[in-house]
T-cell receptor
Framework: DAKTTQPPSMDCAEGRAANLPCNHSTISGNEYVYWYRQIHSQGPQYIIHGLKNNETNEMASLIITEDRKSSTLILPHATLRDTAVYYCIVRGGNQAGTALIFGKGTTLSVSS | DSGVTQTPKHLITATGQRVTLRCSPRSGDLSVYWYQQSLDQGLQFLIQYYNGEERAKGNILERFSAQQFPDLHSELNLSSLELGDSALYFC?????????FGEGSRLTVL
């Protein structure tokens, strides 16, 4: 699986959009970008995933650049409960049903 | 609620002892994964089972073993426990896509 690079930490004001970047410059054509988050000591939570098109669900939006070498997770109106570690993971489409390998992620701190 | 159930939530034991952690996957999920998260380490993948068979191994120590039963629940056995085994142990399950994680079992070895 391609390696990902994320900033170790970010801050965001409550009510503002949180934009979390991820670099995956070695991603290959059949690899998906997954985002998970872990709120303090809880089990990781699936947020969203995508291949090449932008995706949106009730939690977040995922913007993938045209060359697919980077992506941004957007939490449109961050709340204090969004404070968590966010993990960007690249995984092959033919690897559905395989383990996710977590890196260090980005610690997002949302403050009032 | 992810639908993945882990027991016990907390466990305190002594060095040299053996413990068993249990995981019930989401209904219909055939894959079960075990992860370890220590204070100074990230989420480390230990092992995966698929429909009763071992599918993949990660950084699992020889003192640790797991199995998945016909009803698809799984157990992680940790033996000859050391202080460094103190950690959160997460179980996850999946069908064919994203993984869903339980709330973890916190193991403290004294």
């Amino acid at each position: 699986d391609a390696k990902t690079t994320q900033p170790p930490s970010m801050d965001c004001a409550e009510g503002r959009a949180a934009n979390l970047p991820c670099n995956h410059s070695t991603i290959s054509g059949n690899e998906y970008v997954y985002w998970y988050r872990q709120i303090h000591s809880q089990g990781p939570q699936y947020i969203i995933h995508g291949l090449k098109n932008n995706e949106t669900n009730e939690m977040a939006s995922l913007i993938i650049t045209e060359d697919r070498k980077s992506s941004t997770l957007i939490l449109p109106h961050a709340t204090l409960r969004d404070t968590a570690v966010y993990y960007c993971i690249v995984r092959g489409g033919n690897q559905a049903g395989t383990a996710l390998i977590f890196g260090k992620g980005t610690t997002l701190s949302v403050s009032s | 609620d992810s639908g993945v159930t882990q027991t016990p939530k907390h466990l305190i034991t002594a060095t040299g002892q053996r413990v068993t952690l249990r995981c019930s996957p989401r209904s219909g999920d055939l894959s079960v994964y075990w992860y370890q998260q220590s204070l100074d380490q990230g989420l480390q993948f230990l092992i995966q089972y698929y429909n009763g068979e071992e599918r993949a191994k990660g950084n699992i120590l020889e003192r640790f073993s797991a199995q998945q039963f016909p009803d698809l629940h799984s157990e992680l056995n940790l033996s000859s426990l050391e202080l460094g085994d103190s950690a959160l142990y997460f179980c996850a399950s999946s069908g064919h896509g994203e993984l869903f994680f339980g709330e973890g079992s916190r193991l403290t070895v004294l």
